[in-house]
């Protein structure tokens, strides 16, 4: 099996990220690749000898000191001091696998041969993705608008050897680590420290990090919303196809299509019922989880094109003899979708906890609190609240960040996106979803195993066979937090192969 990834000019897929990150592969710069990037430095450095006009970032300084003309025997110190001087991180640090894809997405960007950096640079960058050294970026310091330039200007020190890296998870200086390994740190030809600070791969890391996880999440939503609809002796006609097509949203259909795959054959769906309505937490759910899976698959599509774009400036189009100063730095059409995908996986996390909550309310032949001795017991009462404060929570944290802006840089900057406090907020978020579905997961097979020995669908009882590998059965009060975090970790590695549908893992 051949372990590298050749980068080309070919679209990235989320499946070949997900594959190169997951799957021990090494990446190397394509033939192709090489002499793109070869060929526009050469066309800039000629370009520089021969022109005598000033060209932004190249031989100016940045922002708003772009009208000062910088000597060429100082360019490359130019450079140099545009990643030290930006290095203004603070808060968290950024997560080691946000960071893997910041060096991949810079490192695909760069290979078009728009950006005018040196091949030495780019392969440094793939060294460092290939040697597992990681440099230590931090949450705040880019308003999303001029790329993401401090947590840009942090991945970017090492390179000069400068700041500080995780070499295979040890946290050291970069310079010990260039020495141990014979590497020299790079010296940055005019516009190369631009083109690394540009662009945006902070944005974009968080983005894709997520969208690979939400892909399943949204289906683990379907199913956990499935086994609670169940265990509270829900009724299937709400999730009728006529009832679909005559209201043709595509994650709605989808919805309800995989809902009744999903209780295909369960007696307990099946069984007459006393009730004739559900609850707005179980009737609606095509339409609830079916408008989160829309704007998902929205938030897909932008990212998608973001990680095969050039977003630094200025731009270098050597075949039309072009430099031209633009703006695709600008983080909005990210900032937009990273909000846009706070609310819709909010509303996943916000229905999911009603349904808990009305799991737990002694309806329907369902003990209080779901424990067969209630008084004595507090049973399942209390994961609902730390249910409930997550949901809270991230109401909180989907207020929109793209609505808002902040001059920067003595006005030259006058509108950012702040699309990299829409993405560090969504993380959150996301995190937050994925443990309140958790805990309705624990809660509706607690509910499931007082409706024995009526037996959920073939494929429920398949799904909650493997659960209870992990958790158990709760038959009395008990430390719970354990059990929620065997649950998080059991939705972190479970494969859903769902029935009647061929959807792959980057479908939602």
Partial sequence: MNNT?????????????????????????????????????????????????????????????????????????????????????TGDEVPSDIVRLMLLLKIQALSYGNSGVQLETVERLVDFFNHDILPVVYEYGSLGASGDLAPLAHMSLPLLGLGEVYDKGVKRHA????????WKPISLKSKAGLALLNGTQFMSAYGVHLCLRVFKLSRLADIIGAISLDAFDGRIEPFNKHVQQIRPHKGQIKTAQRIRNILENSELINRPKQHVQDPYSFRCIPQVHGA??????????????????VTDNPTIFPEEDLIISAGNFHGQPLALALDNLCIAIAELGNISERRTYQLLDGKRGLPPFLVANPGLNSGLMIPQYTAASMVSHNKQLATPASVDSIESSAGQEDHVSMGANAATKAFKVVNNLERILAIELYSATQALEFRRPVKSS???????????????????DKVMFTDIEASIRFLKEVKVDLPGEDTGRYEL
């Fill in 175 to 182: 310079e010990d680590v260039l020495q141990e390994r014979g």
């Fill in 458 to 476: 073939p494929f429920i009882e398949g799904f909650v066979s493997q659960y209870r590998e992990h958790v158990k059965f709760v038959e009395n």
């Fill in 5 to 89: 990834h050749y980068i080309t000019t070919e679209l990235l897929e989320y499946e070949t990220i997900e594959k190169i990150l997951t799957q021990g592969y090494s990446i190397a710069l394509s033939e192709d690749v090489q002499f793109r990037i070869n060929r526009c430095r050469e066309y800039l450095d000629k370009k520089m000898a021969t022109h005598d006009e000033p060209v932004y970032g190249v031989n100016t300084g940045f922002g708003a000191l772009h009208n000062h003309i910088i000597p060429d025997e100082d360019l490359s110190t130019l450079q140099e001091n545009l990643v030290k001087s930006h290095a203004c991180g």
């Fill in 292 to 309: 989160s899976k829309d704007s998902i698959d929205y938030v897909k599509y932008v990212f998608g094109k973001e990680i095969n774009s």
